[in-house]
């Protein structure tokens, strides 16, 4: 895809105000060396364009000091609205007969340039808020468990951060997943 000058301002404009609405997510850090490495980085850029477009709200949680790269991940208060309804991956779509889905958590993250979150980093976004309260978010699978059929997803509720499996074939209109992109 070819960049879109307006795009990319109108993008920039929506992280900035995220990123100062919501400090807590990313205390320390500057929005000014966030903005120069989007802005060096069309395709990272892009890419939060697709998870904003679905619903994610993408916001900065993080910061490596030995990669000098930024964490984005969906912060959006329930699971992306446009990534829901989602078998696990490409081989839980395939062995679906009838009644499939649009597609698989994996394969669209895959296309977006995101990968799922594991449940460890699913348990470090909940520290930040509240996140999937009436959804639940498909996580990275151990092949141990996706050898046998199943998948794993989390969600919130009473306070607490459940992880739960399900048939990687299965999908729900409240299961969606959330990605996570480095920049």
Known sequence: MKPNPTLHADMIRALKNRFEKNMGRHKGLEWSA???KLEADAKKLQTLHEMERTGGEPDVI???QQTGEFTFCDCSPESPIGRRSLCYDGDALASRKENKPGGSAV???AS???ELL???QYRTLQK???FDRKTSSWVQTPSSIRKLGGALFCDRRYGQVFVYHNGAESYYAARGFRG???V
Do not use: N, P, R, S
């Open 107 to 109: 394969e669209m993250a």
């Open 128 to 130: 930040l808020g509240e």
């Open 118 to 120: 594991t449940e460890e």
């Open 34 to 36: 966030v903005q120069a």
């Open 112 to 114: 977006m340039g995101i």
């Open 180 to 182: 996570l992109l480095k």
């Open 62 to 64: 993080g910061y490596d």
